[in-house]
């Protein structure tokens, strides 16, 4: 990853999280991942790019991929913190 998005990432909560299907197998990629976890699962090289997928999945441009989002409430994004938290620090 790069630094602006590490940067990023260190000062943001996650907000949504994201499912990614590969449309050709209906393999799920990834559950409920934020978009830094979703570039990594599917091998992209930036957020940027994973956004214009987004875009053009969504306006049917692109059918590989099906992607659905969600927000996440408070209390989600409270426990989520927590089990980054305690996986940074080796507890978890």
């Avoid at 050709?24 to 570039?39: F, H, M, N, P, S």
């Avoid at 875009?55 to 059918?63: N, V, Y």
């Amino acid at each position: 990853m790069n630094t602006q998005t590490e940067k990023w990432s260190a000062h943001r909560r996650p907000k949504k999280v994201y499912s990614v299907w590969n449309n050709k197998t209906d393999e799920l990629v990834i559950l409920d991942g934020t978009a830094e976890e979703c570039i990594k699962a599917i091998g992209w090289a930036s957020l940027a790019s994973f956004y214009t997928h987004i875009s053009r999945a969504k306006s049917g441009e692109i059918r590989k991929w099906h992607i659905e989002s969600r927000v996440l409430d408070k209390e989600e994004r409270d426990e989520r913190n927590i089990k980054l938290s305690r996986c940074k620090m080796g507890n978890g």
